[in-house]
C-alpha cells in the first residue's frame, strides 16, 4: 500500500516506470519498452492512473533539446531551455500576454532552464509541435499547434492564434539535480 491506502499494483508500478521519448530512445529506468503495450491493453482502472507518477533522468537532455513523456495518456513536454530561449522569455513584458505568467512562475527556483508542461494545446487539445528535433517551433520559438495555428513562446506561453491558455504545467518537483518526478 502507498501513503494514501491505495494497494501499489504491478500496473501502477510498471506505468510508473514508463518513459517515452520522442527521439525514439528510452531514458530512465528499465522494462519500460516491454510494459508499455501491456499497460494499454490492460486499460488500467482509472484509480491506478490517477496514481502513476513518473521520475525522469533528465541528465541526457541537452540543452537547447526537447522530449516527450507520456504520463497518464497525456504528453508532457520537457525541454532544457538555452540560455538565449531564457532570455527571450524573461523580456517579454508579462502584461502583453494573453496569459499573463513569468517564466520563474512557470518554472522551479534554481532551474529556470527546464520547462515542463502537458503536450496538449488549450485551444481544442491537440498535441503541439516542438518536442522532436526539427520540428516546427512556430513564430515564439517555442511550440507550434497545427491544428488551428497557435504559436508558443519559450516558457510555453500562448502568444498567437485561438488557444486560450499557456501550456499547463503539471504537478512536478525534482527529486535529485537531475530527476523530476511528475505527478
Ligand atoms: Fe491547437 Fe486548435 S487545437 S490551435
Redesign the pocket.
Known amino acids: 500500500e502507498d501513503t494514501t491506502g491505495h494497494p501499489i499494483t504491478d500496473e501502477g508500478v510498471r506505468r510508473r516506470d514508463f518513459i517515452h521519448v520522442a527521439t525514439g530512445a528510452f531514458v530512465g529506468v528499465g522494462a519500460a519498452a516491454a510494459a508499455w503495450p501491456l499497460v494499454d491493453q490492460m486499460n488500467p482502472s482509472a484509480d491506478v492512473l490517477a496514481l502513476a507518477s513518473i521520475e525522469v533522468d533528465l541528465a541526457p537532455v541537452a540543452v537547447g533539446q526537447a522530449i516527450k513523456l507520456n504520463w497518464r495518456g497525456k504528453p508532457v513536454f520537457v525541454r532544457n531551455l538555452t540560455p538565449t530561449e531564457i532570455a527571450e522569455a524573461n523580456k517579454v513584458p508579462v502584461s502583453d500576454l494573453r496569459d499573463p505568467q513569468t517564466l520563474a512562475e512557470r518554472t522551479k527556483e534554481g532551474k529556470a532552464n527546464w520547462l515542463i508542461t502537458l503536450g496538449v ?6 498535441v ?1 509541435l516542438g518536442a522532436a528535433e526539427g520540428e516546427n517551433r512556430g513564430d515564439y520559438g517555442g511550440y507550434f ?6 504559436h508558443y513562446d519559450t516558457a510555453a506561453r500562448i502568444r498567437k ?3 486560450p491558455k499557456n501550456l499547463e504545467v503539471p504537478e512536478y518537483a525534482f527529486t535529485s539535480d537531475t530527476r523530476v518526478q511528475i505527478g
Do not use: D, E, F, K
Open positions: 494545446c488549450t485551444h481544442l487539445g491537440c503541439p499547434c497545427p491544428c488551428h495555428g497557435s492564434g485561438p488557444a
